[in-house]
């Protein structure tokens, strides 16, 4: 279901046969430092470079009987190369390609991610200013609270976003770890420049310390940065989906020509694009827990992690990469009914300036406590009547000794909710 909406760049990344090119670039950079130090001619790195091919579904035949992905992939490099096979994989251990080459792929996954932010930031900015002005009742517990604008609803999640964005780079830049260090980290039977030969030529950095394997704390950090982003996605689809309720109807997810809601109910427009990105989230996070689990192994390694990681990486990095996509796409497409915010912001009749009557009843003098208690008793029977919050106030003797006519309509004149908003704008960068 997932991978048919999937930016084709993110399932190449983690298809077997690009994951074999990454392992063939690994052990043919080994080749290249290993020659600088005279330990593998030149005739014999020429020879391989041009020899060397991989056929995924011949590595996957020699797979079946070996039961071990490397020596297949090596076995099957040496039916290519001949003599010179002697010299392929000299002084490593499985993990030296394996990890390395996970590495790449991790940095190409955040980079496609780090773009996928970059558009949603984009779509966010660009109905951020729209709405700009656009007043909108806050809600608080689901209840009226005060307002605010739809695009101050939407500067929140873009800066939400470009937190995210930042932590992504930093993700990124934490995950580029390889290793080339041997059977145990120790590097006995591989020098220490290989390593870092490699690693600069991948864009990586050697890990300082290793053992079989990078140490896998580093992958729940980047797990748990993609199920925060997840997070975020899911509480932006959220907000939609009750915007969305009929008794709301403020805003909604586009709904194409064609589209069909209910098999039922032929009326419905129901958010299951917002529901689904909200699913997925869930997805992400269990994802997170498993690569934590992943952190403790037996000694200087076991393979208990290997198998969970060949699942929760390469789909981990495939959904959200179709949520970005996804919730892209809704931004940019959302539907937005001004004038139902409006509708509903009056709808509770002004009770929503209940805190500005509050301050300018403390601003005359009245003690804090009485002033609640009065504001609180006439926007209570606003509840109750459904009256007029203006008209409650007006007939409260105790409330006109202190307030005017006028002074009661300024409390409720909501323009004054948007008189900071170019500023709060400003201070997230949009």
């Not at 009226?144 to 604008?149: I, N």
């Not at 060949?310 to 789909?315: H, K, M, N, T, W």
């Not at 959302?334 to 009557?357: D, H, K, Q």
């Amino acid at each position: 279901m997932i991978s048919r909406y999937t930016l084709p760049e993110m399932e190449a990344i983690w298809s077997d046969e690009h994951r074999l090119k990454v392992m063939l670039q690994v052990e043919l950079l080994v080749l290249e430092a290993q020659s600088h130090l005279k330990l593998v001619p030149k005739k014999a790195l020429s020879a391989i470079r041009k020899l060397a091919q991989v056929n995924l579904a011949k590595v996957q035949e020699k797979e079946a009987k070996t039961r071990h992905d490397v020596i297949a992939f090596i076995e099957h490099l040496e039916d290519h190369l001949g003599p010179y096979g002697r010299y392929l994989h000299f002084g490593l251990t499985s993990s030296d390609v394996l990890d390395t080459s996970l590495a790449v792929l991790l940095r190409q996954s955040a980079i496609l991610l780090l773009q996928d932010l970059e558009h949603l930031l984009r779509a966010l900015s660009t109905q951020a200013r729209k709405h700009r002005h656009t007043l909108i009742m806050g809600r608080t517990h689901g209840v009226h609270a005060e307002p605010t604008s739809f695009g101050l609803k939407l500067a929140v999640f873009f800066d939400e976003f470009h937190r995210h964005q930042q932590r992504l780079k930093r993700a990124l830049e934490e995950i580029s770890v390889g290793k080339i260090s041997g059977a145990v980290g120790t590097f006995a039977n591989v020098d220490p420049s290989v390593e870092a030969y490699v690693c600069r030529k991948l864009s990586l950095r050697p890990a300082p310390i290793s053992t079989q394997i990078i140490q896998r704390d580093l992958h729940a950090s980047f797990m748990a940065t993609l199920a925060l982003i997840g997070s975020s996605v899911e509480k932006l689809a959220v907000e939609i989906r009750h915007l969305q309720r009929t008794e709301v109807r403020e805003a909604e997810e586009p709904f194409g020509k064609g589209q069909k809601g209910s098999s039922a109910m032929p009326h419905k427009k129901n958010p299951i694009t917002c529901e689904r990105l909200t699913g997925l989230s869930r997805l992400l996070r269990g994802y997170t827990v498993t690569a934590m689990e992943n952190i403790a192994l037996w000694h200087e390694r076991d393979i208990s992690h290997s198998s969970v990681e060949r699942v929760i990486l390469p789909d981990a990095a495939i959904v959200l990469d179709y949520m970005l996509q996804t919730l892209t796409e809704v931004i940019q497409g959302l539907v937005v009914y001004p004038e139902n915010m409006r509708s509903n912001l009056e709808e509770t009749r002004g009770i929503s300036a209940s805190g500005r009557v509050l301050l300018a009843l403390m601003r005359k003098g009245m003690t804090r406590t009485l002033a609640y208690e009065l504001v609180q008793r006439c926007a209570l029977e606003t509840w109750r009547n459904g009256s007029d919050f203006l008209d409650t106030l007006k007939r409260d003797s105790q409330i006109r000794r202190h307030l005017s006519e006028n002074d009661l309509k300024r409390c409720l004149d909501t323009s004054t909710h948007l008189k900071y908003v170019n500023r709060i704008f400003k201070r997230v960068g949009l």
